[in-house]
């Protein structure tokens, strides 16, 4: 179970936001673990090659690493902290042992567990899925096993720009596509199994989707709209919003969640606010405003609500990670434009784990008490993906 954060120990002055750096400095001890392109063969060696991996029968990385965290608290000491980055990376290997089954060598290729371009990223069941705007595909680690695999390169359905992803309850990936303006949908193998596409709509751009309780809500910033599709069938139930600054209109809107009550969330991206809607789609509050004071946004793209309901926003144009209540009202900063551990200099995915394997969840300092972890993309600088842990010091 997840402990109940009071909203009360969470709100912060701006000037304890911007991150003091408790960096424990360390050697990169993957240096040993990279992969290598194959190399060309002669026919007995490739023959050799692969007999040894049919007689091991699996694909093994590095047999094994040691992970050192990167500990930068929020707000910095000597205030109490709330949030504590761990690690910041874009390979797999960077946290866990690598490990691919030779059937999945087979069936697709051999794969590098490195991020290019990270963009939308989602958490379910121990599976960091991350969008790849490099490699126009959806990585799926396995933080437990260190398997990895990518989504969406081979089949009838091979992506071109997917920037949002969700998983639901059976383990169905869902990404936003905005090259092939659709959201495809593919089983836990990989497998394509349906698109989804308003019928009525020539120019489609999905940039974000969330999936729930057999709802599909995707967010299209051509025309302005959430769309609702059903996940059993794919039909087009409805869509709600239009082109507008009035409550329940959008102005590009770049980013849809939901949380455990039924609301459904949107990042209203050019009006500079999170718009809040019961599961009628009636609008009911709306978080941040223009400007540049505490509590104002700058441009909102991707946005994710923890199991205590506090709102995470990534911002582009801040460069910082918005915490919200669920009235509205902003508890405090995460990140900063800093190009370090601990900085966000353009967050643009985020990504609630309720748990982690106990590998990851031993890079929590000693003093702190994680109540869950967050994750978050960053598109510009050193792209990678920071991990953090929301919580309380004793």
């Not at 590098?112 to 790849?132: I, K, M, Q």
Request: charged share 20%; with cysteine; proline share 8%.
């Amino acid at each position: 179970m997840c402990e109940k954060l009071d909203d009360a120990k969470w709100r912060v002055p701006l000037a304890a936001c911007p991150p003091v750096f408790l960096r424990q400095e360390y050697k990169a001890l993957a240096a040993s673990c990279q992969w290598h392109r194959p190399v060309q063969r002669s026919g007995h060696a490739a023959i050799l090659c692969l007999y040894g991996l049919l007689t091991l029968g699996v694909l093994t990385g590095c047999a094994s690493i040691r992970v050192t965290p990167d500990l930068v608290y929020f707000p910095p000491p000597p205030s109490s902290a709330h949030v504590v980055h761990l690690k910041s990376f874009n390979r797999l290997y960077d946290l866990v042992p690598v490990r691919g089954s030779l059937l999945d060598a087979f069936k697709r290729g051999m794969v590098s567990p490195r991020v290019g371009t990270p963009a939308g990223v989602t958490f379910r069941s121990g599976h960091l899925y991350v969008c790849d705007t490099e490699f126009n595909t959806v990585h799926d680690w396995n933080l437990d096993t260190g398997q990895a695999s990518r989504i969406g390169q081979t089949g009838n359905v091979v992506l071109v720009k997917p920037v949002a992803v969700a998983v639901d309850e059976a383990g169905t990936v869902y990404v936003a596509d905005t090259g092939r303006g659709e959201v495809a949908a593919f089983d836990a193998t990989g497998q394509s199994l349906r698109r989804f596409r308003p019928p009525d709509r020539e120019n489609y751009r999905p940039v974000s989707c969330a999936a729930v309780r057999s709802r599909l809500y995707v967010a299209d910033i051509d025309a302005h709209r959430i769309d609702v599709f059903s996940t059993t069938d794919g039909a087009h139930i409805t869509s709600f919003g239009g082109v507008g600054s009035e409550p329940g209109r959008f102005y590009f809107p770049m980013g849809v969640t939901t949380d455990s009550k039924g609301k459904i969330f949107v990042s209203d991206t050019m009006n500079a606010r999170v718009q809040v809607f019961d599961d009628s789609h009636n609008p009911v509050r709306s978080m941040g405003r223009p400007g540049n004071r505490y509590g104002d946004m700058g441009k909102p793209r991707h946005l994710a609500v923890g199991p205590d309901g506090v709102v995470f926003i990534t911002d582009v144009e801040f460069s910082h990670v918005h915490l919200f209540d669920e009235q509205g009202q902003l508890l405090m900063l995460l990140g900063g434009h800093e190009n370090q551990p601990g900085g966000t200099p353009m967050p643009v995915g985020v990504a609630i784990a309720p748990t982690l394997p106990d590998r990851l969840a031993s890079l929590v300092p000693d003093d702190f008490h994680p109540a869950y972890f967050l994750f978050v993309t960053n598109t510009i600088g050193t792209k990678r993906i920071s991990l953090f842990a929301l919580g309380s010091t004793p």
